[in-house]
């Protein structure tokens, strides 16, 4: 999944990217194209053509939009959707990405009471503990402070 974007203003395109640096290099190029293109016809930018360069920009994409589908079936679609089509289409949703490797800072949010969990320290220790409602994740002797922290990952499922 990309996880950057880079907005052309001035054609109204949004573009996709693997990397920061290709988002900030692609909002560059298209600056640089607008500048030079009005630059050439005329004897200086009007504020239209500024104001087009300026909103020109690149950053992170935290989400997304998704069309969920189900089966189609005669109960609920009836026998001529059924006929024509396997899956309808559901309501968009919001799908939020996940940002940050999954950690979350403590600071902006905690655990549920009582629930292992993975933790990083200051010095970026990784490990396992258990968030305590009145006792928090403490001091941990191994780790040092607490300062990010994701839910376990689902285990493995037996065939």
Not at 59 to 66: M, N, S
Not at 102 to 122: E, H, Q, Y
């Amino acid at each position: 999944m990309s996880k950057y974007f880079s907005y052309d203003a001035i054609d109204v395109n949004l573009y996709v990217h693997d990397t920061a640096k290709e988002a900030k290099q692609s909002a560059l190029d298209i600056a640089e194209d607008g500048y030079n293109l009005s630059s050439d016809q005329c004897d200086g930018l009007s504020k239209g053509s500024q104001d087009l360069i300026k909103s020109i920009c690149y950053g992170v994409i935290l989400g997304g939009i998704d069309l969920p589908v189900r089966q189609t079936s005669v109960e609920q679609d009836g026998a001529d959707a059924v006929a024509k089509f396997k899956y309808m289409a559901q309501p968009p949703v919001i799908v939020e990405y996940e940002q940050n490797n999954g950690w979350i800072k403590c600071s902006d949010r905690l655990s549920k009471p009582n629930t292992r969990v993975l933790i990083c320290s200051r010095e970026k220790e990784v490990g396992c503990a258990l968030y305590q409602e009145l006792i928090g994740f403490g001091y941990i002797p191994l780790y040092g402070e607490v300062t990010y922290w994701q839910p376990l990952p689902l285990p493995p499922e037996d065939e």
